[in-house]
T-cell receptor, first 113, second 113 residues
Framework: AQSVTQLGSHVSVSEGALVLLRCNYSSSVPPYLFWYVQYPNQGLQLLLKYTSAATLVKGINGFEAEFKKSETSFHLTKPSAHMSDAAEYFCAVSGTSWGKLQFGAGTQVVVTP | DADVTQTPRNRITKTGKRIMLECSQTKGHDRMYWYRQDPGLGLRLIYYSFDVKDINKGEISDGYSVSRQAQAKFSLSLESAIPNQTALYFC????????????FGPGTRLTVL
């Protein structure tokens, strides 16, 4: 079975500051890991994914995430927040042989000037 | 044109009414999913289908049914809508070639009065 825990349902960051969103997972099989972003009144859009290649994954809009097997973590970072980063972010896990995604509860990011 | 489309985008209905939400995709994917999103709960899987002849219940299937009319079409029905089915509903598709990455439609906002 797979599960995902996102620490912090709301995160407030200043424009230009580091964005750090935490995701821990559990999986009984080697995982695929994903970060999705949801802008207001829109569907989910893939930011990046880990599929057992490089452990540091770069995504769109300057985001990146590092897969740490020993810590069962896949935290999302961006060095400098922009106002347009205000959105909800979801971490998700899938088993390599299992087509379903298990989503975390989401983290709402607010960016302040 | 969007790869995954959902109709309607918004619907207001009354308790006890039958409602159908439709999803179409042009991605050529075999796998399709229905989720509901509620604040603080992330996305929860209602039903999924790995091909036209395969339908599976997700974690919250009670009160819902689905039909996979073709590879490209997957409909979700609420036989007798109730207020706690008020939510944002998403359709998604995936393919084994994309490491279980899911592609989402824009969502349907359903309100049951």
């Amino acid at each position: 079975a797979q599960s995902v825990t996102q620490l912090g349902s709301h995160v407030s960051v200043s424009e230009g500051a580091l964005v750090l969103l935490r995701c821990n997972y559990s999986s009984s099989v080697p995982p695929y890991l994903f970060w999705y972003v949801q802008y207001p009144n829109q569907g989910l859009q893939l930011l990046l994914k880990y599929t057992s290649a490089a452990t540091l994954v770069k995504g769109i809009n300057g985001f990146e995430a590092e897969f740490k097997k020993s810590e069962t973590s896949f935290h999302l970072t961006k060095p400098s927040a922009h106002m347009s980063d205000a959105a909800e972010y979801f971490c998700a896990v899938s088993g390599t042989s299992w087509g379903k995604l298990q989503f975390g509860a989401g983290t709402q990011v607010v960016v302040t000037p | 044109d969007a790869d995954v489309t959902q109709t309607p985008r918004n619907r207001i209905t009354k308790t006890g009414k039958r409602i159908m939400l439709e999803c179409s995709q042009t991605k050529g994917h075999d796998r399709m999913y229905w989720y509901r999103q509620d604040p603080g709960l992330g996305l929860r899987l209602i039903y999924y289908s790995f091909d036209v002849k395969d339908i599976n219940k997700g974690e919250i299937s009670d009160g819902y049914s689905v039909s996979r009319q073709a590879q490209a079409k997957f409909s979700l029905s609420l036989e007798s809508a109730i207020p706690n089915q008020t939510a944002l509903y998403f359709c998604a598709t995936s393919d084994l070639q994309t490491y279980n990455e899911q592609f989402f439609g824009p969502g349907t906002r359903l309100t049951v009065l």
